[in-house]
């Protein structure tokens, strides 16, 4: 079990280490400690709608990265069961964004993490997700 800092975000960063998907939409892993993560994404061109908006699904990936490296910061792999995701401002083009997650609870192989989605003071987005471990720890995976 990973308890400090450091230990957090050597486990973590296997995980980001290969995660294409998110270094494809330009995020930044700014922070990660036991159970908490810190990523910025800036919105470019390609990532808004029909409307000039930040496209939804391109705000749960940023959420979802940024839980994915908070619930992986413990030493186990540790996968998403679920989530869901409520808008409650758009993000425009040029805007920065930052999520940042924080472990509510974790039993057994069973966790859930809050993530706040922000573009400056302004909360755009907040998620829920919940995992699962896979039992296995993040080295051998």
């Known amino acids: 079990m990973v308890t400090d800092s450091a230990d957090a975000s050597r486990s973590a960063g296997v995980m980001w280490a290969g995660d294409a998907a998110s270094a494809a939409l330009g995020m930044q892993l700014e922070h990660v400690g036991p159970g908490t993560a810190r990523v910025s994404m800036a919105v470019r061109a390609d ?21 994915a490296l908070a619930c992986n910061s413990h030493g186990t792999v540790t996968v998403a069961s679920g989530f869901e995701i409520d808008f409650l401002e758009p993000a425009y083009l040029g805007d920065r964004l930052t999520a940042e997650a924080h472990e ?4 057994g192989r069973s966790g859930i993490y809050d993530v706040t989605v922000t573009r400056g003071d302004t909360v755009i987005a907040l998620f829920r997700g919940r995992s699962r471990s896979l039992q296995r ?3 051998e995976s």
């Not at 990532?47 to 839980?67: E, K, Q, R, Y």
């Open 47 to 67: 990532m808004v709608n029909g409307w000039d908006v930040c496209h939804g699904g391109l705000i749960a990936s940023l959420a979802d990265s940024t839980f």
């Open 104 to 107: 509510r609870v974790r039993r």
């Open 137 to 139: 720890p993040v080295e």
